[in-house]
């Protein structure tokens, strides 16, 4: 329950991710140095503060794939938001549980409850419902970039959680200087001007930092699959909060796929309490 909650609120603050790349309104290198910049300053705090024996940097095969996975990620999704749509890009992600699951089957063994798996279907179809109505002109390269954001974080998920013994939230700070350092040849980071800093230093030291610290630590005690189907959460919520502060008002079909998105979530978080519950209190 507690890696649900910790999964949960991460992923609640990461689906501002979208509204804050929009509300910077730079290129997506110029925000990707300072995204992984600054990331990668806040994570070394957090991790020396709590975590003050275990080493920053490892070069062991799942820390080097979990930090390739996640500057793949977070390079395709800002690129993929400023090339189509906040809908489509979610949307597109929000199928990486699908990756998820069957990653982890097919390469480590882990076996998802039928629970879980009901809960993706109905989630996928929640999110077919909202793809129906959303889908209007797409950009094919920023729909590429979505999908291949969701594969990479799905995959990440399963390489963490087949570590689950350790803690991999040090992948944030080699990850995001890679990311820092790619986007200082293919970008221009001061070009920046105005507002954009502001919003900038509160998207790069508050959201991003705190919903991957979170999000890092969920795989530890849910299955990658849960994760994954975790982040459906920001295929909900994203599109809301552009509609709140942009006015980018959502089709009645997002409304409806995103309620039934959430409300398949907290059923399942519920049951899988539940069950672990009992099965605590049979084991004891």
């Avoid at 975590?51 to 996640?70: E, H, N, T, Y």
């Avoid at 699951?101 to 077919?128: C, D, H, N, Q």
């Avoid at 059923?267 to 099965?279: A, F, T, Y």
Wanted: aromatic residues 10%; proline residues 4%.
């Amino acid at each position: 329950m507690k890696g649900f909650l910790l999964t949960a609120f991460g992923v609640l603050i990461l689906s501002f991710d979208a509204l804050m790349i929009r509300l910077i309104e730079a290129h997506s290198f110029d925000l990707l140095f300072w995204r992984g910049l600054l990331l990668s300053l806040v994570a070394a705090v957090w991790c020396r503060y709590s975590m003050p024996k275990q080493a920053m940097f490892c070069f062991d095969a799942p820390f080097i794939r979990s930090s390739l996975l996640f500057v793949i990620s977070t390079i395709s999704f800002v690129c993929a938001v400023n090339l189509t749509s906040v809908a489509n890009v979610l949307v597109i992600i929000s199928a990486q549980p699908l990756f998820a699951a069957v990653m982890a089957r097919v390469f480590y063994g882990e076996k998802s409850p039928l629970v879980t798996w009901i809960a993706i279907v109905i989630s996928m179809l929640g999110v077919s419902w909202v793809l129906a109505g959303s889908w209007q002109s797409p950009n094919l390269i920023g729909d590429l970039l979505a999908l291949l954001c969701g594969i990479t974080l799905a995959a990440k998920f399963v390489n963490d959680r087949a570590v689950s013994n350790r803690n991999m939230t040090p992948v944030l700070i080699s990850a995001s200087i890679m990311i820092a350092a790619i986007s200082v040849v293919a970008g221009d980071p001061i070009a920046l001007q105005g507002n954009s800093w502001g919003w900038m230093l509160l998207y790069c030291l508050v959201v991003i930092p705190l919903a991957f610290i979170l999000i890092s630590i969920g795989p530890m005690r849910i299955p990658a699959a849960e994760v994954g189907m975790l982040m459906l959460l920001e295929t909900a919520a994203g599109p809301l909060w552009i509609w709140l502060v942009l006015n980018e008002v959502p089709s009645t079909k997002a409304l409806q796929g995103g309620s039934v998105v959430i409300a398949t979530l907290l059923i399942h978080g519920l049951i899988r309490w539940r069950s672990n519950k009992v099965r605590i209190k049979a084991t004891a």
